[in-house]
T-cell receptor, first 110, second 112 residues
Framework: EAQVTQNPRYLITVTGKKLTVTCSQN?????MSWYRQDPGLGLRQIYY???????DKGDVPEGYKVSRKEKRNFPLILESPSPNQTSLYFC?????????FGPGTRLTVL | GNSVTQMEGPVTLSEEAFLTINCTYT??????LFWYVQYPGEGLQLLLK?????DKGSNKGFEATYRKETTSFHLEKGSVQVSDSAVYFC???????????FGQGTTLQVKP
């Protein structure tokens, strides 16, 4: 089954404790991205990647890092999480301008 | 600027009512346009799309027509069901990067 998977689905952590949210797709898509969803703001792009080893900032990149060492994986890294990064995060991969989303990771930073 | 604007929700309808969710966009050129749906506790799913002016996207009884004159892509359904209760996002493509710019989402609640 073609899909985008994310882990973990839910995470509660404390300020400053580094964390990684994994994302993997099995559709061989070159383009992948991360979004955060906040009430009243819709989805905003954090980072995107056009291909392996090619990443670039989206609209709200501050406080986040990404890497793209393999085509299928695109982890999101929060080196020092803060409460304003409490949000619902979605990974997506794209083909022909259509994005396919993962199930989401709900992150709470205390 | 480049943005997508949706009507504010929540929209509350009775089953079998007619649905319209308005969406307008600003952009240079003619981007692809999308409607995504998010059911409770799930990720976003593509509902329909249109890639050029006057195209009509349709799926599951929902329709939207790409209107370049009014820069709009309103979502419609003739007869909603309780199972259509979800959050609906309008989005437009951005250049050749694959990026999407989303509206803020509209919550639809359908009551039996």
């Amino acid at each position: 089954e073609a899909q985008v998977t994310q882990n973990p689905r839910y995470l509660i952590t404390v300020t400053g404790k580094k964390l990684t949210v994994t994302c993997s797709q099995n559709m061989n898509h070159e383009y992948m991205s991360w979004y955060r969803q906040d009430p009243g703001l819709g989805l905003r792009q954090i980072y995107y990647s056009m291909n392996v080893e090619v990443t670039d900032k989206g609209d709200v990149p501050e406080g986040y890092k990404v890497s793209r060492k393999e085509k299928r994986n695109f982890p999101l890294i929060l080196e020092s999480p803060s409460p304003n990064q409490t949000s619902l995060y979605f990974c997506a991969s794209s083909w022909a301008a259509t994005q396919y989303f993962g199930p989401g990771t709900r992150l709470t930073v205390l | 600027g480049n943005s997508v604007t949706q009507m504010e929700g929540p929209v509350t309808l009775s089953e079998e009512a007619f649905l319209t969710i308005n969406c307008t966009y600003t952009a240079t050129g003619y981007p692809s346009l999308f409607w995504y749906v998010q059911y409770p506790g799930e990720g976003l799913q593509l509902l329909l799309k249109a890639t050029k002016a006057d195209d009509k996207g349709s799926n599951k009884g929902f329709e939207a027509t790409y209107r370049k004159e009014t820069t709009s892509f309103h979502l419609e359904k003739g007869s909603v069901q309780v199972s259509d209760s979800a959050v609906y996002f309008c989005a437009r493509g951005s250049g050749n990067t694959g990026k999407l710019i989303f509206g803020q989402g509209t919550t639809l609640q359908v009551k039996p």
